[in-house]
């Protein structure tokens, strides 16, 4: 049994659908006029990015591929919790992971894929446990609000996952084996193919684990060493790119990204779990970009499908959902002088298929599904202007967003960065975003409510950064303040029918301070850095969601006010160390404050060796994570794994190549 519902764009979809194509189809015109002046087949198209062109008021942290390599093995949440202060809320080893980034919930980090929101349009998170870091190569955090570059979802901050695939690199090819605690085997393999004017990338990735970590029970004075039981899993995934230099300044993107993930979910509280969950997704990406003279246009086009399947036997859900996005994208930026124009299109289509019924052992009822369609239309502008000789840079954005469910706010973005000295440099910026409501919110079966209103949110922001450079030591600091409220904040509460719904009662105000600083000595084959990264977030709520909770000016749960991170890299010759130690304070586990999860500090080791050969480098690595043996929750009863361990050997190949 299939239920079709569908939602029509501002009720006139071909009048939207006119006015998208004829923009794309005017912008696309123009840039493909042949200029043939100063053809120089080397020369290499560079795709301007305006997360960095139009705002550099904004707090940004970029992981490049340096960074990354050193965490190839690792998901992209194991990365992040270890090299920034985003407290990532992890459900137990190899489990569901999701952000909290100043102060807001998972709902309110937006990640993108090579310039597109990939959240999924039911959950509206992104699980970062099934992300591997090995398939990027570079990954940006943008702190602050950003909707009117981004859209949905954008609140606390985005994560920027970017793929920068070179031309005329020759042939590489790397494979990486690893082992470690838990009977852990990863394999991962690469292929790089690079010419002039073409170049493919392949990466492929095999994870399998038994995952029976040990662990303290604490509430359990009697037997408290226990072992994790029914968590295994396997992750396997693959990534495909290629590019071409159609000429020396229009160039053709494609990738495809296909994972899955197969885990089975221990209980921590009863004494036999029988629950599962099988994660799919396919992604499917192309952009075409022209740069010429003043004039960067990018069309990007993107196919989502996200694939969710939890049984649990034990308690009769039986649970398969389907998100289906298309994604089409229109991105000119145009430079005059000292000013730079930001404007674009951007069409969104969801399509879902949500369970009928969860509780029922029939398999007609599991197979029943309803589905929903919806559309949206963004309109994006920007401006940046650069004044007195480059030292003042002042940025403006805004984006309205069209869709017949709810009424979109207008939002925006404003920023000064201004250069007072040369060391010193001033920050502000100024926004207002928001959070649609996802399909789950607003179709679930079993409680969802058509009514909903987008989250909205105002932040302000403001920092100063340091920087200085004397022989071989260099200094640098950024400071931050930011002031945010939320309103129209959406919550689950439990109704009369004894399900939950979601209702825009809660008020929420995020307010707090981030330091990053970072020391760096490097003279001759010695090289040393040290980053140290803090965060101190007060996030509460304002109004209470009913009239026997005390959550009124209490902080959020699960959400520490204190976090911090440093980590120390030294090399010297071919041997390199990296320490890592995190701290995070107390969680509050109730609204009205009154139970909580202690503080954790968590450390890592990893030493690598590498030995370089004509065409090629061998890589020895070992690591030991939770280097102290601490015993610590993230989230109430999910244990994590006391100290353990990984070694592994990574070969790569490199021949350079200069056929065409």
Known sequence: MIKNRSYTLLHTPKRAWLLYVSIVCSFTLHAQTKDTAGYKLNEVVIEQNKQIALQPSKKNIELDSMVLSRYSTSSLADMLAAQSTIH????GNGNIATTSLRGGNAN???????????????????DLSIIPTLFFDNVNIEYGGGSALWGSGAIGGSIHLQNNLKFDQGIKTKIQLSSGSFNTKKIAASVLLSYKKTASSTRIYYTTSNNNYSYKDTTDKENPNKKTTHADYVMKGVMQELSVLVSPYQKINTRLWYNTANRNLPSYTAAISKQSQEDKTLKLNADWNYNRRKLNATVRFAYLNDKLNYTDSLSNIFSKSTVNTFISESDNTFTLRNHKFNF?????????????????????????VIEHLQHKLALFAA????LLHSKLNYNLAVRKEFTDRTLIPFTGNTGIHYQLFKQIA??????????????????????GNANLKPENSYEADGGIEFKKIRNALSVSFEGTYFNRHTTNWIIWLPTASNFFSPRNIAKVYSRGTETKTELAYVKKKLKLKLILNTSYVLSTNQQSTNENDNATGRQLIFTPRYSGQST????????????????????????DNTSWLNPYYIANLKVSYTYSFNYGVVNF????????????????????????????????????????
């Open 88 to 91: 990532i809320k992890a459900y």
């Open 108 to 126: 309110h980090t937006a990640i993108l894929w090579n310039g597109l929101n990939i959240q999924n349009a039911m959950l509206g998170q992104t």
């Open 344 to 368: 674009g299109v951007n069409y969104t289509q969801y399509q879902s298929k949500l369970p009928v019924q969860l509780n029922t052992l029939g398999k007609e009822e599991r197979d029943s």
């Open 383 to 386: 401006y940046q202007v650069s």
């Open 426 to 447: 001033l920050k502000v910026n100024a926004n207002k975003s928001y959070r649609q409501p996802t399909l789950n919110d607003l179709y679930w079966p079993q409680g």
């Open 568 to 591: 120390f890299i030294g090399t010297y010759k071919n041997v390199t160390l990296l320490f890592s130690q995190s701290y995070t304070g107390y969680r509050f586990t109730s609204t």
């Open 621 to 660: 690595f070992a690591g030991i994570n939770n280097l102290f043996n601490k015993n610590y929750t993230i989230i109430t009863n999910r244990p994590m794994p006391l100290r353990n361990y990984e070694a592994g050997i990574a070969l790569q190949y490199n021949k350079k190549n200069n056929k065409l």
